[in-house]
């Protein structure tokens, strides 16, 4: 009953911070000066098309009904959340007219998801590995040697590194493709190799960057879980090193990586501009930065309110499985 | 048993050695509480952790033997270890009891794997369920109720998580039970409720329980034997009752002197001064300074823990 009571609240909460987030969304860009229609007719003008009076204010009207700006304010708002939360609809594509921006980002989504996933997941898994064994043995060489990595390469600024992947492993050696290539028939071997092919580069880029990251605040939360008295008093018991180290330290450090990594998931809704731009990886990154480039305000605001919600409803998912893997947030 | 003989234990490299357990030479037989009393930092739990042989963290042994022999209460094997090795006879021979902060306990682990976590084979024998049974029927024999169990350590309050660690070493069966200040931070009343629990296992398992503890009231509701240190050393040992009775030694007298009796008006007066360093420690009598009888001799030479009558040594020249 009480837990009930607390996923019905939790998603309460998560569903008002989806509408909050797609009403700033909403209203944003109508504060600003440029009306998307004007802007739109003054294309259609400048591109020396001739329109009387009557079929200027026809266009005008279709146009304002295609961009869904027909009525009051009030009207639109509540036209845009309706048709947003319940068809998940955000109108066509203004740049690649008529393709609806869905299908647009349907089809990004599966490739940025595939490469952010996978990277993440096995920077996670190193860096929390690595930086586990640094913290509880801070004197040994191996566990220095990898830390040594690690805090060598965290700083390095992303867009070097990738930048840097590339013209050695394209560029001076040749061994994976400059810009992604996808070749073969759907659902064919040479399909899925050549996409792994093709995203070895960018998924390094991203594993080297983030590992460093993992491993410094995994180590920080192991070494001051080594001074716990807990610790301590499994030490006493005599319980073997290995012991404490996986059902003491492990799992009271990687606490807090699950909700990082929970957001992180939450975040790759963005895609990973850069490193889509970088390796011209057809992405959501990418479809954002078209967005921007074209003035393409539909696929802006579903691009955009798609990323509102997936970084909820990561945030609401953690807040769900955090009580099943910490006792203490249950009985609270 | 267990026995220090002139045992020197302390934290540092030779050159600047800080002697916190300092020429000690003390027994503990089977089947006896001994208490050991003192001011913060007189070194009672660096002793408590060298008869343990805890030597990590810096803690090393210098000087002198730390002996332990113990038959196993059902094979009737004995077996026997010196300093560091005591280390192996961890949860098995010897058990420990910390004091039961709020963190001594893995938050989120259930009780009931904390305590089997650890447990020697000879406990474990049987099936899980089994032995789970026997856990719950253990601690249903201490009035700790089966639910325990299941809970987590958060769960539990103060005096319970206090109750729970005393079980998980006793559970172990083991010969020795060392505890270290287990009730310091506990009200009066589950203060006492824990301390009528571990004499009952001590009477139950017939092994021998330590106890450390700064406070005297502890030590006259449970302890067979006491030992008071003072700056790293051992100045007096006896049975309980008669170092209450009649301490011997100027510093017992004088804390015994400074305990408070029911129903009195007014404020006992207690020593003045405070312990000496440990870093430099005088060279006579490390008393000497606030003793109301020190004379030229103790300020030159440090007393002997000696004799003075049939069971209790007293360190003292004039004893």
Sequence with gaps: MRLLRYIAGRLVVYLLVIVFGLTILFFVPRLGPTDPVEAMLAKVAAQGAYMDASQVDRLRESLADTFGLNGTLLEQYWAFIKRILLTGDFGPSLSMYPTPVMELILNALPWTFGLLLTSTLIAWVLGNFVGLLAGWRPESNAAKAMEGVAIFLYPIPYYILALVLSILFSYVWQIFPLTTTIRGAPWSWDLISSIVWNSILPAASIVIVVFGWWVISVKAQTSQLKDEEFIRYARLKGLSQTRILTRYVLPNAILPQITFLALQIGLMFNGSLITEILFDYPGLGLLIYTAVLQGDFNLLMGTISLSVIAVATATMVIDLIYPLIDPRIRHR | ?319
Excluded at chain 2, 209 to 227: E, F, K, M, N, P
């Design chain 2, 1 to 319: 048993m267990i026995a220090l003989e002139n045992a020197v234990v302390g934290y540092g490299p030779d050159k600047a050695f800080i002697a916190a357990v300092d020429d000690v030479t003390i027994t503990i037989g089977d089947n006896e509480i001994v208490g050991i009393a003192g001011e913060s930092g007189c070194g009672k739990s660096t002793l408590l952790r060298a008869l343990y042989g805890d030597f990590t963290h810096g803690l090393r042994q210098r000087g002198g033997e730390i002996n332990a022999r113990f038959t196993d209460a059902g094979t009737g094997t004995t077996v026997e270890k010196r300093g560091a090795n005591l280390s192996e006879l961890w949860w098995d021979q010897i058990s420990y009891v910390p004091q039961g902060s709020m963190s001594v306990l893995n938050p989120l682990m259930k009780v009931d794997k904390q305590i089997i976590d650890g447990l020697p084979k000879r406990e474990k024998h049987g099936s899980r369920a089994d032995l789970r049974k026997r856990i719950a029927n253990f601690l249903k024999g201490l009035g700790l109720e089966e639910s325990v169990l299941e809970a987590y350590p958060h769960q539990l309050s103060g005096g319970m998580r206090q109750r729970v660690l005393v079980a998980i070493a006793a559970f172990v069966n083991p010969r020795l039970i060392l505890a270290d200040e287990p009730t310091t931070a506990l009200d009066v009343v589950v203060q006492k409720r824990i301390l009528l629990m571990m004499v009952e296992i001590q009477r139950r398992l017939k092994n021998t329980l330590v106890l450390v503890s700064h406070d005297l009231g502890v030590h006259y509701q449970i302890t067979d034997r006491l030992a008071i240190a003072y700056a790293g050393k051992i100045v007096e040992i006896g049975p309980t009752q008669k170092i209450f009775a009649a301490p011997s030694h100027p510093y017992t007298q004088a804390l015994i002197a400074a305990l408070p009796r029911v129903g009195e008006k007014g404020q006992r007066s207690g020593l003045e001064g405070r312990p000496p360093s440990l870093v430099k420690p005088p060279q006579g009598c490390r008393f000497a300074a606030r003793c109301p009888e020190a004379q030229d001799i103790c300020r030159a030479q440090s007393p002997e823990l000696k004799m003075r009558s049939a069971d209790r040594p007293v360190a003292c020249h004039f004893r």
